[in-house]
């Protein structure tokens, strides 16, 4: 069983950093993908950024140019670099793997980012 485990979120103003971490209990497969979500109240979970095993990365259009995700293998960390900070960016942040790239996910518990003006 995978297990996954958030930490780095917080309380910061507009335009400031967060880095968001995601410790994974083991890369059991080969080939694998990874990323994170988020869910603000009332509004569905949301695809933030991914990562595959190869390197390759996508974000979404409303974080592009403001946040990184990259990995450490030898650590098997995610990560995700989160600048210039928007208050909509406020939201619970998930930590997602998926073995086999079919969007079928191991999930973190969460952590909360928020954002103020």
């Known amino acids: 069983q995978v297990q996954l485990v958030e930490s780095g979120g917080g309380s910061v103003q507009s335009g400031g950093s967060l880095r968001l971490s995601c410790a994974v209990s083991?890369?059991?497969?080969?080939?694998?993908?990874m990323g994170w979500f988020r869910q603000a109240p009332g509004k569905e979970r949301e695809g933030v950024a991914a990562i595959a095993r190869n390197g390759s990365t996508s974000y979404a259009d409303s974080v592009k140019g403001r946040f990184t995700i990259s990995q450490d293998n030898a650590k098997n960390t995610l990560y995700l670099q989160m600048n210039n900070l928007k208050p909509e960016d406020t939201a619970m942040y998930y930590c997602?793997?998926?073995?086999?790239?079919?969007?079928?996910?191991?999930w973190g518990q969460g952590t909360q980012v928020t954002v103020s003006s």
């Open positions: 083991a890369y059991t497969y080969s080939s694998y993908c």
């Open positions: 997602a793997y998926d073995p086999f790239c079919s969007y079928e996910y191991y």
